[in-house]
């Protein structure tokens, strides 16, 4: 099979089977994506969405977390992984926005990676889901997924998002992110892929490769 057809195998798959994907962060406007992307690195989306309520609700907009006092924001977010790291991010981040920005996230993914705490895998997170511009973010499950598929060789983040970036079409590349990373959280985990039960294992590399008792 070639990468051609695997990468059209499995838009079809997703396409007829995860028409809806999205993220799992829960967000009402794009300041409280980019807040919860930037909590969520190194932390599930449910530890993000079980901190973010109280979190808004003091630090409603960009205006507010400018002038927060960082030990507040610190023990608003202690449960999330790397706390002091995530708070003075979170607070130079909105002060960036509200001096510099104006208060609007800019659409451009390289712009957006001036903002404290936003490399580029959140920028292009959130210039997806809130601009829909067609990039797609490379996580550790898209990392994995992808290669597994057979959707890249790439050994590089850089690389897989360039393949992934070529392979599929421009207005499904938001989606794409979100499929391969609900696939790679659910089904195609890192220690045991359920691949008995995946969906895709007809397009998939790995699976082909692999006889039922050493499937990765
Ligand atoms: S067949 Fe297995 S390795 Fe391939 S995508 Fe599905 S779960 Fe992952």
């Given at each position: 099979m070639t990468r051609k057809e695997r990468y059209e195998g499995i838009t079809g798959w997703f396409q007829a089977?995860?028409?809806?994907?999205?993220?799992e962060l829960d967000y009402m406007n794009g300041y409280e994506l980019l807040v919860a992307v930037i909590l969520s690195a190194q932390c599930t989306d449910k530890r993000v969405n079980m901190v973010t309520p109280a979190f808004f609700k003091r630090f409603p907009d960009a205006v507010s977390l400018a002038g927060a006092d960082f030990d507040e924001v610190l023990r608003l977010i202690?449960?999330?992984?790397?706390p002091n790291n995530k708070a003075r991010h979170l607070i130079g981040m909105a002060r960036m926005l509200t001096e510099?920005?104006?208060g609007i996230i800019p659409e451009d993914v390289e712009t957006m990676?001036?903002?404290?705490?936003?490399?580029r895998k959140t920028a292009n997170v959130v210039a997806s889901i809130?601009?829909?511009?067609?990039v797609i973010a490379v996580d550790t499950h898209v990392f994995r997924v992808a290669r597994r598929i057979g959707l890249s060789d790439g050994k590089t983040v850089e690389a897989v998002e360039a393949d992934l970036t070529a392979g599929f079409p421009e207005r499904l590349r938001a989606d794409a992110h979100h499929w391969l990373i609900l696939h790679g959280r659910?089904?195609?985990?890192?220690?045991?892929?359920k691949c008995d039960g995946c969906g895709i294992s007809a397009y998939c590399r790995e699976h082909k490769k692999a006889g039922p008792a050493d499937r990765p």
């Open positions: 089977n995860m028409p809806e994907a999205k993220s202690s449960s999330i992984s790397f510099r920005f104006g990676q001036q903002l404290p705490g936003v490399g809130i601009y829909r511009k067609p659910y089904v195609c985990t890192a220690r045991k892929p």
